[in-house]
């Protein structure tokens, strides 16, 4: 994913301000989102003080023993509240908890999560109508569920780029992705079940018979009881929860 943007197409600070207070129409929004999980790090740095987030330090200094419950339990509330603000339908809130977030498991050094934030981005970028940078982020976040061993998670970020490609008619790259099953299947954490289901989403792949609604019935199935997953939007910035 390339964090380069034609100069032109930056968003200035008062579109910015407009994106913060959900005062900006539709294409507005997309343009700013995909500045934002693209890394653009001019927009980054106006959103932070449009946030009253300051500066983030060059290097974070390593957290003391005492410090580690504290930190956990306030980078865990802000993913919560990252899921909870996507589910709504309020994305630029959402990306303001989920960088909050990522700062500190990176001062936590926790791997899985901060894929799981990736993961999230994904979900953000389709509910704010940047299908490229959802794209890009569920695979970024599939690799990295597979770096950390998370099988049963990687399935869910495979599945949710199935879904991705099965919206925008594209079976060859979901052939592609069912193609590429063994890395998953090869962890030690799927359960039971997981597998089978991966092995019919090759089979409707294979068949061409792998539309939205029978991968999202697949996702559903794939996915831990309890854990919500929010669903894209039209492009309106409103998430629609039929998913």
Avoid at 26 to 48: D, K, N, Q, S, Y
Avoid at 134 to 159: K, P, V, W
Avoid at 185 to 209: K, N
Avoid at 218 to 236: E, H, K, L, N
């Amino acid at each position: 994913m390339s964090h380069d943007q034609p100069e032109d197409d930056h968003p200035d600070p008062h579109l910015l301000a407009r994106f913060m207070r959900n005062a900006a129409d539709a294409p507005e929004r997309r343009r700013v989102v995909r500045h934002l999980l693209a890394g653009c790090a001019r927009c980054a740095a106006v959103t932070r003080q449009l946030w009253d987030l300051g500066e983030p330090p060059v290097r974070q200094p390593v957290p003391q023993e005492r410090d580690l419950p504290r930190l956990r339990e306030d980078a865990a509330a802000l993913h919560q509240e990252a899921r909870r603000l996507v589910e709504a339908g309020r994305g630029p809130e959402a990306l303001q908890a989920l960088q909050r977030a990522r700062r500190l498991y990176q001062r936590l050094g926790d791997g899985p999560n901060l894929v799981r934030l990736r993961h999230l981005e994904g979900k953000i970028g389709e509910a704010l109508g940047v299908p490229g940078e959802a794209e890009i982020a569920f695979a970024d976040a599939r690799r990295g569920f597979l770096l950390e061993g998370l099988g049963g998670e990687a399935a869910e970020a495979l599945l949710d780029l199935a879904i991705l490609y099965a919206r925008q008619g594209r079976s060859l790259e979901i052939r592609a992705l069912a193609a590429d099953l063994m890395p998953i299947l090869r962890t030690r954490d799927l359960r039971q079940g997981v597998g089978a289901a991966l092995l019919f989403f090759r089979s409707l792949a294979e068949t061409e018979h792998a539309t939205p609604e029978a991968l999202s019935e697949i996702s559903r199935y794939v996915r831990p009881a309890g854990r919500p997953q929010a669903a894209p939007a039209d492009g309106t910035g409103v998430v629609n929860s039929s998913r």
